[in-house]
């Protein structure tokens, strides 16, 4: 028996409906127009987002954007524009794969407070308790420029505490070809003398994060990049989420540009163009935007996602507390307020006015940013490859995003 021509029609345009999110490269459920109403959102203000980015695309500042926008656990948006790689012109989608660079180190502070909640270590640990390398470690006394002239005993030696707020003084450089173990990077940090007194001043630092990338090697006994994948990226379903990223995923990593004189240049970046022999806990991390919102959104439930328990409450407010506003910054970071491993808006931001205080965030050198906000209860996502990192598109994200918040 034949169906009315309305009938069939009626079919098909339901069955696209269902197939649109597998057929963007998201998983089903992940957001539809009935999650906009209980994020208490409004879908004509979200629809800005892509369309504003896609003028960004069309401009030539950047290849192409995946956005991630939920409140109240519901993916209310999950948008992806422009080009993956330019060359090609492949698509961006939904679940490409971006370098997340410094958005590792929420990562790291975590596998580090898990450590801490199974009565492995102690924050106010001495890191020489864990690393004997740091033994001994000194203090520069005086320098001309780049160059110490004296070095002096520190007061006392740095703590796990000093490395997850950024005020350790740890000096080092971390080598972009990581072709060293952690164990060789963290001796390496520990023949520098520090740059200042412990606990003194806020100096952002990639070598801190590395070297506590060791001290999870060695108090949990097993490589790094297995401990984060047992205890974190696994129990989340964080199936995208790599330190090494597996071949058969190279086709779907978004390629890395530099803004040059108003054009768009591929640019060498090792983390995405050649396997690496060793991981970088302070940058090193791939993901998607949808492994990522699990894991912010198990932060902002308060160390819970899906019954998978990976923190307790008290170690997310202590993560997420401001513990360094009242000292005294060495260089220019994006927010001096850190807990660990999140900047923390402790007053409000000009570029990103919405904002809510207590929010925090983190950002990556190659354009990834993400934003929890807490009284909002919102989890927002913007990630792209291209140097420089912050410039207006991320801000104008954001703000479209809070915007669209009707309830």
Known sequence: MRRPLMVVLCCVVAGLMIMA??????????????????????????????????????????AGAVMLVARHGV??????????????????????????????????????????????????????????????????????????????????????????????????????????????????????????????KFSYSNAGYGTLGRIIEVVSGQSYEVFMEERVFRPLGMKDTFHFLPPEKYNRIATVYSLEAGKLQKTPAPETTTPQKYVSPSGGCYSTAYDLFAFYQMVLNGGTYKGVRILSRAAVEVMTTDHTGDLPVVGTPLSRDYGFGWNVVRQPLARTPFLSIGSYFHGGETGTFDWIDPKKDSVTLFLIQRYPSMMEEAPLFLTLAAAAIVD
């Open 75 to 200: 993916v209310a948006s999950l948008e992806a524009v422009g080009y993956q790689d330019l060359d090609s012109k492949k698509p961006m989608r939904t679940d490409t794969i971006f370098a997340i660079a410094s958005m590792t180190k929420s990562l790291t502070a975590t596998g580090v407070m898990v450590l801490l909640e199974n009565g492995r270590l102690l924050l106010s640990d001495p890191v020489e308790k864990h690393l004997p390398e740091f033994r001994g470690q000194m203090l520069v006394d005086q320098r001309d420029g780049d160059k110490v002239l004296a070095v002096k005993k520190p007061s006392r030696p740095i703590t796990i505490w000093d490395l997850l707020t950024h005020t350790s003084g740890v000096r080092g450089v971390w080598d972009s070809r990581r072709d060293k173990t952690l164990a060789d990077t963290a001796r390496d940090f520990a023949r520098e003398p520090l740059d200042f007194e412990p606990g003194t």
């Open 21 to 62: 999110p597998m057929l963007s490269g998201q998983s089903p459920g992940d957001t539809s127009t009935a999650n906009v109403a209980k994020a208490g959102m409004d879908a004509e203000r979200l629809a800005r987002i892509p369309a504003r980015m896609q003028e960004f695309v069309d401009k030539g500042t950047i």
